[in-house]
């Protein structure tokens, strides 16, 4: 499958679950916002694209962005939604790869939580960050989130345990190939006193950090910022 069929079909029922507590995990993301210096300075409009259940948008919502919230999932948006009461949030059901569909002047844009990875070549992703470029001013900034897979791991290594509990078990097995990554998503769940298996797979793609600010910088941003947080590398750039 490829990324939008694996959570149409797979992920999205169990992504809240897999991603933790949400109001903790939005706070940390708020606090790296903030603590950077991600504010609004400009028209204060915010598009966070790959927005799942809303980690990022409620976090921009909250430090006082109105945010354009872009996936391809209806199920995550809804539950984003559903977060998202009260705060100057609009939900865009689209392919990020499409812009035109979520095209809009903003002085920030965001993609994180690894939806880079996601994409299907290294030129795609090059080509976005041409194009997000054009909708931000002089001083816009862009910020991106992603897990560097260049490194490749080997035997039982290959397995990683994700989350469980009593009633779920969810466990990622990784197949390296030439650019990408195989991650094939192995849910154990409960139901009528039975164990049942769920599996499904997709390909992510396999890029550093430095190729990455590589791309930024022929897209005209300028870095300001580079951390790495739980294995996740975090970009700050500015135009």
């Known amino acids: 499958m490829n990324a939008q069929s694996h959570y149409e079909n797979h992920l999205a029922a169990f992504y809240a679950w897999m991603s933790g507590n949400f109001e903790t995990k939005q706070q940390e993301q708020q ?8 504010l609004p300075r400009g028209n204060k409009v915010a598009i966070d ?6 980690l990022q948008s409620v976090s921009l919502a909250r430090l006082g962005f109105s945010v354009f919230a872009v996936d391809f999932n209806q199920h ?3 539950e984003l939604n559903a977060r998202a009461k009260g705060l100057p949030i609009r939900t865009v059901l689209a392919d990020l790869k499409n812009v035109p569909q979520y095209a809009t002047e903003a002085e920030l844009i965001t993609c994180m939580g690894d939806t ?3 994409l299907d070549s290294i030129e795609t992703v090059r080509n976005l960050i ?3 470029s054009a909708l931000l001013p002089a ?3 862009i910020a991106l989130s992603f897990r560097d897979l260049t490194e490749e791991l080997f035997g039982e290594q290959r397995f990683i345990p994700i989350k469980a509990d009593d009633q779920r078990i969810h466990t990622c097995f990784l197949e390296y190939g030439p650019g990408f990554v195989r991650v094939y998503d192995q849910l154990l769940e409960k139901q009528n006193g039975e164990w049942v298996q769920k599996v499904s797979s997709y390909r992510k793609l396999r890029m550093g950090a430095d190729l990455v600010k ?3 910088a022929d897209a005209g941003f300028r870095v300001v910022q580079h951390d790495v947080i739980a294995r996740m590398q975090y970009l700050l750039a500015e135009k």
């Open 214 to 216: 590589e791309m930024l």
């Open 76 to 78: 995550l948006l809804s």
């Open 49 to 54: 694209l790959g927005a799942g259940h809303g």
């Open 139 to 141: 001083g816009g900034r």
């Open 31 to 38: 606090d790296w916002f903030s603590g950077h210096g991600v």
């Open 116 to 118: 880079l990875t996601h």
């Open 130 to 132: 041409q194009q997000w």
